[in-house]
């Protein structure tokens, strides 16, 4: 039995790599026209930010489900994508459309960061440093706050400009055939930082998964680790979003299969089979859309919609027991 329960997972593993090779060798040369030298560094860089979003997407969803003990929940549900609509509607409503095209990239990309990971440590810090509360809590704000950005957006939305809007409605949703390459040093060089942090964790976190109790009847420092944990979660979600755009239900649709094929709860086995189902699903999908469908429909659309459908039935499987 213990032969069986290790093998699956390593297969799996092995299994996906080849997939996910076979997915970045098809979007690198199929369709290819012209020139190599051009091609290679054009789709290589689209190919890192892909690559680069399914990871941070991935890694994000599996250590927030296990943070707050709940496969059905995702970062998304703590107002952040909410919040990054807020973020460009401001600069709309504020300081008009030319903001967008006239402001900085560089520090565009890094006022969603900070402002991002600055609203994630407030919150934790308010929630867990300064008096130490329900993590449910922490859930409960996080909607509230959501909720709350929304309705502030609703309001200046209302009172914009209807040009400026139909051109700030494409920052609204997630467009994996724009990745911003401008970022890929910095952003890697983050999340190089976070994984070795996550790495040298994997053991905790699976400590983690037997429940608070028993994880600090096991020596963890709860507190911490979860502060640790939500705070890595708010950058892996910051550099995504601002990357790409808001995705809620990416994650949740990754880490769910990735818990199936796994077959167990071990993150040394979890993790790298969420990430690998990531960029098979970015770079494989972003392939036939471009190469089959030519541009016809959105891979966010697609992915959202299979993505919405696993939460749905994951709620209702939970119901049902």
């Known amino acids: 039995m213990s032969r069986r329960t290790w093998t699956r997972p390593v ?5 996906l790599s080849l997939l996910a090779l076979v997915s970045i060798v098809c979007f690198m040369t199929l369709g290819a026209k012209g020139s190599w030298s051009f091609v290679i560094p054009f789709r290589g860089r689209k190919l890192l930010g892909l690559i680069l979003v399914g990871y941070s997407v991935a890694l994000s969803t599996v250590l927030f489900q296990t943070a707050t003990n709940n496969r059905i929940l995702t970062p998304s549900i703590m107002g952040f994508d909410s919040l990054y609509v807020l973020l460009q509607t401001s600069l709309v409503f504020f300081f008009g459309i030319g903001s967008l095209i006239s402001l900085n990239p560089d520090l565009h990309f890094l006022l969603e960061m900070v402002v991002m990971i600055g609203f994630a440590s407030a919150l934790f810090s308010w ?20 909720i709350m950005f929304r309705s502030v957006i609703s309001f200046m939305q209302r009172l914009m400009d209807p040009n400026a809007f139909n051109v700030l409605q494409d920052s609204f949703f997630a467009s994996f055939s724009r990745v911003d390459t401008d970022h890929l040093l910095f952003a890697y060089a ?49 550099v995504s979003t601002a990357l790409v755009g808001p995705v809620t239900f990416f994650g949740l649709l990754v880490a769910s299969l990735a818990h199936s094929l796994v077959g167990n709860s071990k993150h040394k086995y ?4 969420a990430v690998l189902l990531a960029v098979i699903c970015l770079v494989g999908g972003q392939t036939v859309l471009e190469r089959i469908f030519e541009f016809d429909t959105a891979l966010s659309i697609i992915i959202e919609f299979l993505g919405g459908i696993v939460f749905i039935f994951l709620v209702l499987r939970r119901a049902g027991r």
């Open 11 to 15: 297969l799996v593993i092995v299994v």
């Open 270 to 273: 979890v993790l790298p089979t």
């Open 127 to 146: 929630l867990f440093v300064w008096q130490e509360r329900s993590l449910h809590l922490l859930v409960l704000v996080g909607i509230v706050f959501g």
């Open 190 to 238: 983050v999340l190089a930082v976070v994984t070795i942090a996550v790495i040298r964790m994997i053991p905790v976190f699976d400590v983690l998964t037997l429940g608070r109790a028993n994880a600090i009847n096991l020596g963890v420092n709860y507190k911490r680790t979860i502060t640790a944990m939500l705070i890595m979660v708010s950058v892996l979600v910051a």
